[in-house]
Structure formats: structure tokens, C-alpha cells
């Protein structure tokens, strides 16, 4: 009889890993480009009257 073992934990596991990586990602690069965005949305907010 040949045994095979569930993975289903572990690959939601792994899911999980990779979701919280790229949420990182996301958050550190919007911290440091936050400021540039704001300035490019600002003017060009006021370029229009």
C-alpha cells in the first residue's frame, strides 16, 4: 500500500509566505515613493485652474 501524504496545508501555507512578501514589497516601496506621487498628483492638480 503506497502512502501518499496531504499537502494542502502546506502549499496554503506557502500561499500565505508569498502574499505576506509581495504586502511587504508594497508597503516599502509605497513608503518611499509616497512623497514623488503626491508631488506628481499635486501638480498637476494645479496646472488646472
Same mark, same amino acid.
Given at each position: 500500500?503506497?502512502?501518499?501524504? #496531504?499537502?494542502?496545508?502546506? #502549499?496554503? $501555507?506557502?500561499?500565505?509566505?508569498?502574499?505576506?512578501?509581495?504586502?511587504?514589497?508594497?508597503?516599502?516601496?509605497? $513608503?518611499?515613493?509616497?512623497?514623488?506621487?503626491?508631488?506628481?498628483? $499635486?501638480?498637476?492638480?494645479?496646472?488646472?485652474?
Amino acid at each position: 500500500m503506497v502512502y501518499v501524504q #496531504a499537502e494542502d496545508g502546506q #502549499a496554503l $501555507t506557502e500561499y500565505a509566505l508569498i502574499i505576506m512578501l509581495i504586502a511587504i514589497v508594497v508597503i516599502v516601496a509605497l $513608503t518611499f515613493l509616497g512623497p514623488l506621487i503626491e508631488n506628481l498628483y $499635486t501638480e498637476i492638480g494645479e496646472a488646472f485652474p
